[in-house]
T-cell receptor, first 116, second 114 residues
């Protein structure tokens, strides 16, 4: 089956620093990747959609300057949380889609970010 | 716009009893429907999905769900609960393509009592 690898699985960083999360499709080319955020004991909310080689499309209320998304290749998308603050602490999860002919996108394992 | 409503944020069943988790959706286009399970501090695991065709969908670990267009429902069932089924369950909807994002319900936490 299709495998999406997300790294790191857990990260703790100091307030004011930046953190990069990687999402890789290991055995297929991902034309589109999605980034979601999950607050404790809540559901997943879409943050942004990225297409390879294009700028990401952010959902309303998501700060594009804080959450930088890069989708430079068909197998890698990155989410960088810039100048992180404790309120950015959350579970971030990506999913990757191989294109229109596929019925689902495949999820990474998620990243638990804790900002101290 | 699409939306998902999961009735009951917490469901508790006895081991061996029927599991029924309810999901209703709203979609202006033919939907794709999904059920995912999430164990604590882990990612999402796909249980089953409905795209087209047979409305009764069988998934992993003995779960199944039936797409009822007239009721806009996609309830998840399992005949006999196991302790290992205790987890958070999410129903999700997307437009009829894997290239579109998912809209998730708020989730239902399933507890299984010995």
């Amino acid at each position: 089956g299709a495998v999406v690898s997300q790294h790191p699985s857990r990260v703790i960083c100091k307030s004011g620093t930046s953190v990069k999360i990687e999402c890789r499709s290991l055995d297929f080319q991902a034309t589109t990747m999605f980034w979601y955020r999950q607050f404790p004991k809540q559901s997943l909310m879409l943050m942004a959609t990225s297409n390879e080689g294009s700028k990401a499309t952010y959902e309303q209320g998501v700060e594009k300057d804080k959450f930088l998304i890069n989708h430079a290749s068909l197998t890698l998308s990155t989410l960088t949380v810039t100048s992180a603050h404790p309120e950015d602490s959350s579970f971030y999860i990506c999913s990757a889609s191989a294109g229109q002919g596929f019925t689902e996108a495949f999820f990474g394992q998620g990243t638990r970010l804790t900002v101290v | 716009a699409q939306s998902v409503t999961q009735l009951g944020s917490h469901v508790s069943v006895s081991e061996g009893a029927l599991v029924l988790l309810r999901c209703n959706y709203s979609s202006s286009v033919p939907p794709y429907l999904f059920w995912y399970v999430q164990y604590p501090n882990q990612g999402l695991q796909l249980l089953l999905k409905y795209t087209t065709g047979a409305t009764l969908v069988k998934g992993i670990n003995g779960f199944e769900a039936e797409f009822k267009k007239s009721e806009t429902s996609f309830h998840l069932t399992k005949p006999s609960a196991h302790m290992s089924d205790a987890a958070e369950y999410f129903c999700a909807v997307s437009r009829n393509s894997g290239n579109t994002p998912l809209v998730f319900g708020k989730g239902t936490r399933l507890s299984v009592i010995a």
